[in-house]
Nanobody, 114 residues
Framework: VQLQASGGGLVQAGGSLRLSCRAS????????MAWYRQAPGKQRELVAS???????NYADSVKGRFTISRDNAKNAVYLQMNSLKPEDTAVYSC?????????WGQGTEVTVSS
């Protein structure tokens, strides 16, 4: 399984970005899929996750601002980020589980200027 993320960039506070991550390879179902982030000098943290059935989970810090979604037919997961804050600045990575195995995509950098 290979995960390819895209969509990061530089945005002003209050702006929006949409991250995308597409999985390729031979597999049945990736469950769950998730976005993590790691800010400079901090540990990696879970931002949001979504099961194949659509159940979602969010970090408290992003609830009401971020929305995770997935397209099972495309093996893709998305993260719509609205009302971005400087503290959202981090490298965002997508993650997917296939049974007991965990796969990571390369990170995409999000920088929010004040």
């Amino acid at each position: 399984v290979q995960l390819q993320a895209s969509g990061g960039g530089l945005v002003q506070a209050g702006g929006s970005l949409r991250l995308s991550c597409r999985a390729s390879g031979r597999f049945s179902s990736l469950n769950p899929m998730a976005w993590y982030r790691q800010a400079p000098g901090k540990q990696r943290e879970l931002v949001a996750s979504i099961t194949s059935g659509g159940s979602t989970n969010y970090a408290d810090s992003v609830k009401g601002r971020f929305t995770i979604s997935r397209d099972n037919a495309k093996n893709a997961v998305y993260l719509q980020m609205n009302s971005l804050k400087p503290e959202d600045t981090a490298v965002y990575s997508c993650n997917a589980h296939l049974g007991i195995y965990s796969y990571w995509g390369q990170g995409t950098e999000v920088t929010v200027s004040s």
